[in-house]
């Protein structure tokens, strides 16, 4: 069974029985630019945690979104849209650029072997729910209008400092969100904003008699109501999130619903690049095609984030990166010799390998114990085949085929070599070497091996 962490205090929370069905909800991508690794690392944790959950017997619906509107370029619910920007950038409409990053999103989402969501909800179908949910809050007393927006008054939510442990007394006008001289607190926030005369922005909406759009943070709150109902039993997202647009997210279900928004939360930790932020400006934003480039496949990648903890602080190097590979290389060799030599395999195979890899997973998604467990583990090749059901890094992949491949040239390479015939031996390896594949003699007879990934 699944244990979930108290971050803070180091707590076993007691999830589900087995069997039920777990209902999670993903923060996704603000589709209006390519995402690079350190956005992807997050979806490969998440989708261990699914993977995960349906091994232990779990049912799983989750939900994705993809922001197409109302992200701005600050958390002061100010600046431009970032579908906005991302148009003007490339000379396209907003739409536009709404399918084309999303559709690379995925391009590269199934790239890594994800598994698919239940539910991919673009933030754009829903703005009659967002009105209805603005309509509830105002009701309740939790909203004001400003001349720029309807604001969430986070002075009517008493909890509303506790999920990220803010200092609300102490949170001066610009510290965290940035203030107006119409905005009662600091901590409030745009749940719809107006689009004033003259300003542009394509995708308008009419509410209250203006023309405007939804606040970032709203989209979630009625994408999980209207998709999952609620509480949820996990919402996921990085540890940027958690101050404000998660912080809001809780707040605004609440004064939507009267309940809470989700029982659990993870929380994934940041990448750094050669141990700095990823930014534009010290030129390392590297996307999984900047990898490919470089030779790496988005298993190698995904093969390195797995090595580290979800919660852990993660520092990306290619040096890394190139461990990682020749780590998943290693792994596929043990595999190939397993498809070649199965009856030995199988003999000297420790029954509960898989069960204690499971049982790391199981622990807070403890997938470096696990990884270390498969380094020094024996093996079967069903124990593989469950490995890459748990992980998901494409180990198997051609192996089968590859083996009946790899097996005829083999054998008549021993033919040559008992022949003394070492010219046209030589001629069967190198050909085998130019389909990636070497020759490992062993004291039981030649194996075949891959080079690379």
């Not at 958390?75 to 999303?102: C, N, P």
């Not at 754009?124 to 009105?131: L, P």
């Not at 939510?157 to 600091?186: I, M, N, T």
Request: proline share 3%; aromatic share 12%.
């Amino acid at each position: 069974m699944l244990k979930i962490y108290n971050t803070a205090k180091r707590e076993i929370e007691k999830f589900k029985p087995a069997g039920e069905l777990v209902k999670i909800y993903t923060c996704g991508p603000t589709v209006y630019n390519f995402q690079h690794i350190g956005n992807y690392a997050s979806y490969i944790y998440w989708d261990l945690l699914i993977r995960v959950l349906k091994i232990d017997g779990y049912k799983v619906k989750r939900v994705l979104n993809f922001t197409d509107v109302g992200h701005l370029t600050s958390d002061a619910d100010s600046g431009e849209d970032k579908l906005e920007k991302g148009a003007a950038r490339e000379g396209k409409t907003v739409y536009e650029i709404a399918e084309f990053y999303g559709d690379d999103f995925m391009r590269n989402f199934r790239a890594l072997e994800l598994t698919e969501p239940d539910v991919i909800a673009h933030a754009t179908d829903y703005i009659e729910d967002d009105m209805k949910a603005v309509d509830k809050m105002t009701e309740k007393g939790f909203t004001y209008e400003t001349e720029d927006g309807i604001y969430f008054d986070t002075g009517k939510f008493e909890h509303y400092a506790d999920f990220a442990k803010l200092d609300l007394a102490g949170l001066q006008a610009g510290a965290r969100v940035g203030f107006s001289d119409e905005k009662r607190q600091a901590s409030d926030f745009a749940v719809w904003k107006f689009i004033k005369p003259g300003e542009k922005h394509a995708m308008r909406w009419d509410y209250l008699g203006r023309p405007g759009y939804p606040g970032w943070h709203l989209e979630c709150s009625t994408i999980i109501d209207k998709e999952l109902g609620g509480p949820i039993d996990i919402h996921t997202g990085g540890i940027d999130h958690i101050p404000v647009h998660h912080t809001n997210e809780i707040a605004q279900t609440y004064a939507m619903t009267g309940r809470e928004l989700a029982k659990y939360w993870l929380h994934c930790n940041f990448i750094t690049i050669d141990g700095e932020k990823i930014s534009k400006s010290l030129g390392n934003v590297y996307t999984l095609d900047d990898l490919a480039e470089r030779g790496f496949s988005p298993m190698d990648f995904k093969m390195w984030v797995l090595s580290g903890h979800y919660q852990g602080t993660r520092n990306f190097t290619f040096e890394s990166l190139v461990g990682a590979q020749a780590r998943r290389l290693a792994w596929r060799n043990r595999i190939a010799e397993c498809y070649q030599n199965k009856e030995a395999t199988a003999a000297s195979n420790d029954n509960s390998a898989f069960d204690k890899i499971l049982e790391a997973v199981n622990d807070n998604l403890n997938s470096p114990e696990a990884f270390a467990l498969i380094d020094n583990l024996n093996l079967s090749l069903d124990d593989w085949k469950k490995i890459d059901e748990l992980f998901g890094l494409k180990l198997i992949k051609d192996s089968p085929d590859l083996s009946q491949k790899a097996l005829g040239p083999i054998t008549e390479r021993e033919k040559a070599r008992a022949k003394k015939n070492f010219d046209e031996a030589d001629l069967i390896r190198d050909e085998l070497i130019s389909q990636g594949i070497t020759i490992k003699d062993t004291p039981s007879g030649p194996i075949w091996q891959y080079l690379k990934n």
